[in-house]
């Protein structure tokens, strides 16, 4: 039971304390119609007391021991058992209780009604949603209320009536005087699952607004506007989530930080990520590298990038990776280096074999060094993949060679 239905048990304790007082602590009750027959009067007397003392079990035994005599004896000592068992946490036996109390159909209208509306209440909590939503339709026919539309969307919500309990929540929040928030978290989970997404932003906003430390909407909020394909707001939710302090999570952190990338921003992106993977937030994998790498590279910081690429490559064995390493050391003049990582290349394909032959001989191009390209090309050409570069290369790197010895000469 939610908190709201407990303070309804409350309240409805607190009628069955006041009707049991009202005709007991005076005379008075004696000559009211319908009444309690005198003896099963005297022991309802002794099982309130009991009552009163907390002594719940006990009183309940007392009332159990009753032979009613009239239906209004049994209408109104099942309505006081099923109190007792609702407030012991047997609700099962709360409901059956006053389902007889309900059908001697003898009780006062007031009675009668709150009654109804704790057997409704039951019902709910039970998940006999058939039962529940005749008796609350029932009820609102004698008078609408805020909380009756809210427990009649609560149950539509259990059969999935999606549309119905839309309409049972609109009435709620016509009749409500401040923000329901559980009516509106219910209309949020139907128009999510109608995929009505524009109206489910709505609701998002308001939550955000009114409840800003619940992290739970400003994720929400942020997908909605991704469904809607408003991504410059969902990207500026994000971003407000994050520096609100909730994203936190090294699934959340990658998230916003792949966001940035996608939005035009892979430099912000990389910076986040970097944070989280040198604060031990994010955990560091071949997978984590490769996307630090790629968002260095997109922003053009070719030395970030040159790096992680190779971090990548170290932990996942990846050729490929290796292949980018080099060329963004190309890219930085560092030739040098750019040869010592195509020598950790180990690979069985010839394809691979084949681009780093031909990606040594671009080092060695840059060294000046035309005689160890020439024989590295001469070898790429057994190469299936690599044998027409290699060949332009060769003429290439001939050419050099006849240059320098005329030079020379």
Sequence with gaps: MDMKSGMQLKYLMLITFILITNLFASTVWAVQQPRLSAAVGKQVTIAFALYEQGKLPQALQQLSEIKNRSSFDKAYVNRFIGNLYWELGNEKKALEALKIALSEDVLGQTEQRQTQRMLADLYLNQKQTTQAIALYNELIGYAESESLYQQLAMAYYQEKSWQALIEASNKAIALATEFNKSVHILQLSAFYELENYKSANKILI?????YPEDKRWWMQLASTYRLLNEDTKALATYELAYLNGFVVSSEEIQYLAN?????????????LLESAVND???????????????????????DKAQQ??????????????????AQLLHLLGRYEEMLSVLDTVKSDSSEIKGKVALTKIQALFELESYAAAMHIARVALTYPSAQKRAASWLKILDNKLKESQQIAA
């Design 259 to 271: 966001f940035r990338a996608v939005s035009g921003s892979p430099y912000q992106a990389a910076l």
């Design 206 to 210: 308001k939550l955000t607004e009114l």
């Design 308 to 325: 992680y690429w190779g971090e990548s490559a170290s932990l996942s064995g990846n050729a490929q990776h290796r292949l980018i390493q």
């Design 280 to 302: 031990a937030v994010v955990a560091k994998n071949a997978l984590v590298y490769q996307r630090l790498a790629s968002f260095w590279q997109t922003a053009r910081e070719h």
